[in-house]
């Protein structure tokens, strides 16, 4: 089975704990101020075998793992195949992102899948600071006791990788590092 993915790293931010994240390509909704426009297109990205993503995961040798995108719930299915062979062979927990309200998706097989999803479009006037979310009409989801408020981060925190001529900032940008990345970005722009 295929997958779209934007990029993926082993990382301490999104989440308690050394963690895989994956960010999967492509969107359909334009939030205003969207951190990673480029993860929207839905012929961008890179297509990776669900095995290929499989083997990283399992390489990379994590307790846990964050996905984010781009929208996961566009690619459900992939996702699901990746987590449910993934927790045949090593317990994970599992932390997800999505634009979606989590009444919407809630009968997707992925979200069974999901310990903590954060849902609800990033809404920028709404950006205030709180850890783990982007703007405060998201709500924390917790769908199973593997994680409780008392495990994540008390404050923003994120990280600025650079590939290429690529900048990459995982994790909630604080409002200094969102300032930094606009700045960036414009730069690359001129
Ligand atoms: S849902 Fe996420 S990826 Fe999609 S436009 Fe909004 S902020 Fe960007």
């Known amino acids: 089975m295929k997958i779209r993915v934007s ?10 704990g050394r963690r895989f994240a994956l960010w999967v390509q492509g969107c359909h909704k334009r939030c205003r101020g969207c951190i990673s426009p480029s993860f929207r297109d ?13 083997r990283m995961i399992l390489d990379a040798d ?20 990746i987590l449910t062979r993934l927790r045949q062979q090593r317990d994970v927990g599992v932390i997800c992102y999505t634009g979606y309200k989590y009444e919407e998706i809630a009968s997707d097989p992925l979200a069974g899948l ?3 999803l954060i849902d609800g479009e990033y809404v920028e006037e709404l950006d205030d600071g709180l850890p783990m979310r982007g703007s405060s ?4 989801i917790y769908l199973t006791d ?11 925190t994120s990280t600025a990788f650079f590939e290429d ?11 200094g590092a969102k300032e930094f990345l606009d700045m960036v970005r414009s730069d690359t722009d001129d």
């Open 7 to 16: 990029w993926y790293t082993v990382t301490n931010d999104l989440g308690p």
């Open 114 to 116: 999901v310990d903590l």
């Open 137 to 140: 009409n998201q709500r924390l």
């Open 165 to 175: 001529e690529n900048m990459i900032l995982v994790g909630i940008p604080s409002k």
């Open 62 to 81: 994590v307790s846990h793992v964050t996905i984010s995108g781009g929208e996961p719930f566009l690619q459900s299915e992939a996702l699901a195949d």
């Open 146 to 156: 593997r994680y409780t408020s008392d495990d994540l981060p008390k404050h923003r």
């Open 42 to 54: 839905m012929d961008g990205g890179k297509e990776y075998e669900t095995d290929d993503i499989l």
